[in-house]
């Protein structure tokens, strides 16, 4: 059966948004070099929320109902009342973690498997609490039960997004396709499937 395009991972957000898609917003993306692999994204070569913060507070409020604003969930530094205010201000109504926490911080000897997952489900939690939608960037199907249990009505969708994917080239814009559900409710979208739908990603 042929696959539809029904999401993408974004650096910028234009005045017409196609309602038609779900869209990630992720300006920090523009900070990579043009043509870099998706695995930059997941070094410590930019400072991906302060990107986002202050892309934020240069956008025009908008209804953006169908835009998620990509965060580092797991980032000890970050104000994150700012955020919150600063997304209602933009009018975007949805967060995903990405990158996910699975991919940039990896355990320790001694440290339980799954701390940076579940720093990061407590944070989508809390904007879960304030209103806003979820997506949630998977790595493995293990976590999607987990997830679909704590998020219930506010997740609106799953993005699988395994190690292969970091393989791909940043552009402007990469379009997602839609996965089997697997008898869930939840739509799921494949990173590791997307292609360029514009230019190799640019900066400011």
Not at 65 to 91: Q, R, T
Request: with cysteine.
């Amino acid at each position: 059966m042929k696959t539809t395009v029904i999401c993408k991972l974004a650096t910028h957000l234009t005045a017409a948004v196609d309602r038609a898609h779900l869209k990630i917003y992720a300006p920090s993306l523009r900070g990579l070099p043009e043509g870099a692999m998706l695995v930059m994204a997941t070094l410590p070569v930019i400072d991906w929320n302060d990107r986002l913060l202050q892309d934020l507070r240069r956008l025009d409020r908008q209804t953006s109902i169908h835009i998620y604003a990509a965060l580092v969930m797991i980032d000890p530094f970050a104000c994150w009342e700012d955020f919150a205010d600063l997304l209602k201000d933009a009018g975007i109504s949805g967060v995903v973690n990405f990158p996910p926490a699975s991919i940039i911080e990896r355990p320790m000897a001694g440290m339980p498997v799954n701390t940076g997952l579940e720093l990061e489900l407590r944070r989508m939690e809390w904007f879960a609490s304030l209103g806003f939608k979820i997506l949630f960037a998977a790595t493995e199907d293990c976590e999607i039960t987990t997830v679909e249990r704590r998020f219930g009505s506010h997740l609106e969708g799953i993005v699988y997004s395994p190690e292969q994917a970091l393989a791909l080239r940043i552009c402007d814009e990469m379009e997602m396709v839609s996965l089997d559900q697997q008898g869930s409710s939840i739509p799921r979208f494949s990173l590791l499937h997307s292609t360029a739908s514009k230019r190799p990603v640019r900066g400011k």
